[in-house]
């Protein structure tokens, strides 16, 4: 169970993961090895999965973001096992969602172009033996992208 102070602590860590020990301390005013403890527990206990860089995707050359609606074919407990599988593989997809309403699936895709897209969608998604339907929706300005949510 977490409290109020690992809120806080993890509220920081959101914002900046590159944080140390001693900042956070300094923020929340604690010494730095109960904040230490804490964190090492938050990350025991799974609250904290991992830390990761985000990387400005133009300046990388991976610019085109996609999102696929995904229709199976039928929805079994086979397909959707053997589409979670295949999409694992996929390096393009970032994201992947079991949705309600008209689709199964939503994805996340980037890649580097249009170009990469097509080959993307006509040699890996397309050829999937259980998708039946792919709604493709390119987004044009990324208005907001954050990994940090209200807690």
């Not at 900042?23 to 991992?50: C, F």
């Not at 990761?52 to 929805?75: E, Y």
């Not at 309403?101 to 993307?120: C, H, P, Q, R």
């Amino acid at each position: 169970m977490i409290d109020n102070t690992d809120i806080k602590i993890l509220r920081l860590l959101q914002e900046n993961a590159q944080l140390t020990f001693k900042e956070i301390s300094q923020k929340i005013n604690l010494s730095v090895t109960p904040v230490h403890d804490r964190i090492k527990k938050m990350e025991r206990d799974g609250i904290i999965e991992k830390y990761v860089t985000v990387i400005n995707k133009k300046l990388v050359n991976a610019s085109l973001m996609v999102f696929c609606n995904i229709t199976l074919d039928r929805q079994t407990k086979f397909n959707f096992s053997e589409f979670e599988e295949s999409i694992l593989k996929f390096p393009e997809v970032v994201e992947c969602n079991i949705v309600s309403g008209g689709y199964d699936y939503l994805l996340k895709v980037i890649t580097k172009d249009m170009e990469s897209y097509n080959a993307f969608y006509q040699q890996k998604l397309s050829v999937l033996p259980t998708v039946a339907h792919i709604h493709s929706i390119f987004v044009m300005s990324e208005i907001k992208n954050t990994t940090v949510f209200a807690l």
